[in-house]
Protein backbone atom coordinates (compact mmCIF):
# COMPACT_ATOMS: atom_id res chain seq x y z
CA UNK A 1 0.00 0.00 0.00
CA UNK A 2 1.64 3.38 -1.09
CA UNK A 3 2.08 5.66 1.59
CA UNK A 4 0.63 9.78 1.41
CA UNK A 5 3.21 12.38 1.60
CA UNK A 6 2.14 13.16 5.35
CA UNK A 7 3.03 9.68 5.96
CA UNK A 8 6.99 10.52 5.11
CA UNK A 9 7.23 13.61 7.08
CA UNK A 10 8.57 12.13 10.19
CA UNK A 11 11.36 10.30 8.19
CA UNK A 12 12.35 13.62 5.85
CA UNK A 13 12.36 15.92 8.92
CA UNK A 14 14.61 13.11 11.21
CA UNK A 15 17.18 12.55 7.84
CA UNK A 16 17.23 16.63 7.67
CA UNK A 17 17.82 17.30 11.68
CA UNK A 18 20.31 14.42 11.84
CA UNK A 19 21.79 15.69 8.86
CA UNK A 20 21.87 19.16 10.66
CA UNK A 21 22.84 18.44 13.93
CA UNK A 22 26.06 16.53 12.47
CA UNK A 23 26.84 19.46 10.11
CA UNK A 24 26.88 21.76 13.36
CA UNK A 25 28.81 19.95 15.79
CA UNK A 26 31.52 19.45 12.89
CA UNK A 27 32.00 22.93 12.93
CA UNK A 28 31.34 23.21 17.24
CA UNK A 29 28.15 24.43 17.52
CA UNK A 30 26.11 22.16 19.94
CA UNK A 31 24.21 24.55 21.58
CA UNK A 32 21.28 24.65 19.11
CA UNK A 33 18.28 22.67 19.48
CA UNK A 34 16.00 21.80 15.93
CA UNK A 35 11.67 21.72 16.45
CA UNK A 36 9.54 20.36 13.43
CA UNK A 37 5.86 21.35 13.47
CA UNK A 38 3.64 20.92 10.81
CA UNK A 39 0.48 22.94 10.83
CA UNK A 40 -0.61 25.74 11.45
CA UNK A 41 2.37 28.21 12.02
CA UNK A 42 1.50 30.49 14.49
CA UNK A 43 -0.54 28.09 16.86
CA UNK A 44 2.36 25.68 16.94
CA UNK A 45 5.07 28.69 17.06
CA UNK A 46 3.15 28.95 20.36
CA UNK A 47 2.78 25.89 21.63
CA UNK A 48 7.16 25.46 21.81
CA UNK A 49 6.90 28.63 23.36
CA UNK A 50 4.82 26.49 26.02
CA UNK A 51 6.72 23.19 25.69
CA UNK A 52 10.43 24.89 25.41
CA UNK A 53 10.57 28.29 27.13
CA UNK A 54 14.36 28.48 27.52
CA UNK A 55 14.77 27.42 23.69
CA UNK A 56 11.80 29.37 21.91
CA UNK A 57 11.16 32.30 23.61
CA UNK A 58 12.92 34.25 21.57
CA UNK A 59 10.39 33.16 18.66
CA UNK A 60 7.65 35.65 20.36
CA UNK A 61 7.77 38.95 18.34
CA UNK A 62 8.04 36.64 15.40
CA UNK A 63 4.81 34.47 16.36
CA UNK A 64 3.20 38.06 17.23
CA UNK A 65 3.98 39.51 13.67
CA UNK A 66 3.28 36.44 11.68
CA UNK A 67 0.06 35.75 9.50
CA UNK A 68 -1.61 32.52 9.91
CA UNK A 69 -0.19 29.85 7.44
CA UNK A 70 -0.74 26.33 7.26
CA UNK A 71 2.36 24.26 6.13
CA UNK A 72 3.53 21.12 5.68
CA UNK A 73 6.55 21.28 7.76
CA UNK A 74 8.23 24.25 9.24
CA UNK A 75 11.59 23.51 11.31
CA UNK A 76 12.36 26.26 14.29
CA UNK A 77 16.54 26.06 14.84
CA UNK A 78 16.75 27.60 17.58
CA UNK A 79 19.99 28.48 20.16
CA UNK A 80 17.10 30.17 22.68
CA UNK A 81 18.89 33.61 21.69
CA UNK A 82 18.21 33.83 17.74
CA UNK A 83 16.33 31.49 15.48
CA UNK A 84 15.19 30.31 11.96
CA UNK A 85 12.23 28.94 10.28
CA UNK A 86 13.23 26.62 6.94
CA UNK A 87 9.74 25.75 5.57
CA UNK A 88 9.30 22.40 4.01
CA UNK A 89 6.77 21.65 0.94
CA UNK A 90 6.70 18.10 0.58
CA UNK A 91 4.83 17.20 -2.53
CA UNK A 92 4.01 13.65 -3.65
CA UNK A 93 3.70 14.05 -7.63
CA UNK A 94 4.45 13.36 -11.11
CA UNK A 95 7.24 16.15 -11.26
CA UNK A 96 6.67 19.82 -9.07
CA UNK A 97 6.16 23.05 -11.15
CA UNK A 98 5.89 26.53 -11.12
CA UNK A 99 2.65 26.21 -9.26
CA UNK A 100 4.60 24.23 -6.46
CA UNK A 101 7.48 26.80 -6.19
CA UNK A 102 5.14 29.48 -6.03
CA UNK A 103 3.31 28.50 -3.39
CA UNK A 104 6.92 28.17 -1.21
CA UNK A 105 8.00 31.71 -2.20
CA UNK A 106 4.51 32.71 -0.98
CA UNK A 107 4.90 31.11 2.22
CA UNK A 108 8.46 32.53 3.02
CA UNK A 109 7.67 35.63 1.92
CA UNK A 110 4.48 35.94 3.39
CA UNK A 111 6.15 34.15 7.09
CA UNK A 112 9.93 36.26 6.90
CA UNK A 113 11.03 32.86 6.74
CA UNK A 114 14.69 32.87 5.14
CA UNK A 115 14.45 28.98 4.46
CA UNK A 116 12.23 27.07 2.02
CA UNK A 117 12.71 23.79 0.11
CA UNK A 118 10.40 22.29 -1.76
CA UNK A 119 10.68 18.40 -1.67
CA UNK A 120 9.11 15.97 -4.36
CA UNK A 121 8.52 11.96 -3.27
CA UNK A 122 10.23 9.69 -5.34
CA UNK A 123 10.14 12.14 -8.55
CA UNK A 124 12.06 15.20 -9.78
CA UNK A 125 10.93 18.30 -10.63
CA UNK A 126 8.98 19.41 -14.50
CA UNK A 127 11.62 20.56 -17.02
CA UNK A 128 9.94 24.21 -17.23
CA UNK A 129 11.04 24.32 -13.25
CA UNK A 130 14.48 23.12 -13.71
CA UNK A 131 15.16 25.37 -16.51
CA UNK A 132 14.15 28.77 -14.95
CA UNK A 133 16.09 27.34 -11.41
CA UNK A 134 19.06 26.16 -13.62
CA UNK A 135 19.32 29.69 -15.80
CA UNK A 136 17.52 32.66 -13.11
CA UNK A 137 19.13 32.25 -10.25
CA UNK A 138 17.27 34.51 -8.71
CA UNK A 139 14.41 32.62 -9.29
CA UNK A 140 15.59 30.85 -5.52
CA UNK A 141 17.71 34.04 -3.72
CA UNK A 142 14.62 36.71 -3.28
CA UNK A 143 15.89 40.05 -1.42
CA UNK A 144 13.50 42.37 -0.72
CA UNK A 145 12.96 45.64 1.53
CA UNK A 146 10.07 45.68 3.69
CA UNK A 147 7.67 48.99 4.30
CA UNK A 148 9.65 49.78 7.63
CA UNK A 149 13.11 49.51 5.88
CA UNK A 150 14.42 45.96 6.65
CA UNK A 151 15.92 44.23 4.26
CA UNK A 152 14.59 40.35 3.90
CA UNK A 153 16.04 37.06 1.95
CA UNK A 154 14.66 33.64 1.14
CA UNK A 155 16.66 31.20 -0.42
CA UNK A 156 14.80 28.35 -1.84
CA UNK A 157 15.81 24.98 -2.78
CA UNK A 158 14.49 22.06 -4.79
CA UNK A 159 15.27 18.24 -3.35
CA UNK A 160 13.63 14.64 -4.27
CA UNK A 161 13.82 12.40 -1.54
CA UNK A 162 14.04 8.76 -2.57
CA UNK A 163 11.98 6.43 -0.02
CA UNK A 164 13.93 3.46 -1.45
CA UNK A 165 17.25 4.51 0.02
CA UNK A 166 15.57 6.75 2.75
CA UNK A 167 18.19 9.99 1.65
CA UNK A 168 17.92 12.87 -0.54
CA UNK A 169 18.75 12.90 -4.60
CA UNK A 170 20.29 16.71 -4.88
CA UNK A 171 19.01 18.17 -8.47
CA UNK A 172 21.07 21.10 -7.92
CA UNK A 173 18.00 23.29 -8.12
CA UNK A 174 18.48 27.04 -5.87
CA UNK A 175 20.28 28.39 -3.67
CA UNK A 176 19.61 25.54 -1.28
CA UNK A 177 20.47 22.45 -3.79
CA UNK A 178 21.55 20.08 -0.44
CA UNK A 179 21.54 19.47 3.23
CA UNK A 180 25.01 20.92 3.02
CA UNK A 181 24.04 24.17 1.35
CA UNK A 182 21.30 24.85 3.86
CA UNK A 183 23.39 23.86 6.76
CA UNK A 184 26.32 26.33 5.68
CA UNK A 185 24.22 28.93 5.41
CA UNK A 186 22.75 28.16 9.12
CA UNK A 187 26.56 28.12 10.15
CA UNK A 188 27.20 31.29 9.23
CA UNK A 189 23.82 32.76 10.79
CA UNK A 190 24.44 30.90 14.13
CA UNK A 191 28.34 31.75 14.57
CA UNK A 192 27.12 36.02 13.76
Not at 114 to 126: P, R, W
Not at 155 to 169: K, S
Request: hydrophobic share 40%; proline share 2%; glycine share 6%.
Amino acid sequence: MKKNEVAHYPEITRFIEAQLNSNFRAKGITDVSIFWKNGELTSKIKELITQYPEECSCLQTFCRKTSPLNLDIFGVITNGIKFEIVILEVKLCANVGLAEWSQLLGYTVVSDAKYGLLINIDAGASSRLTGILTSEVDASRVVRKKANGEVVEQLLGFMQWNTLTNNFEYSNLGQLWSLSALSDTLIEQFNK
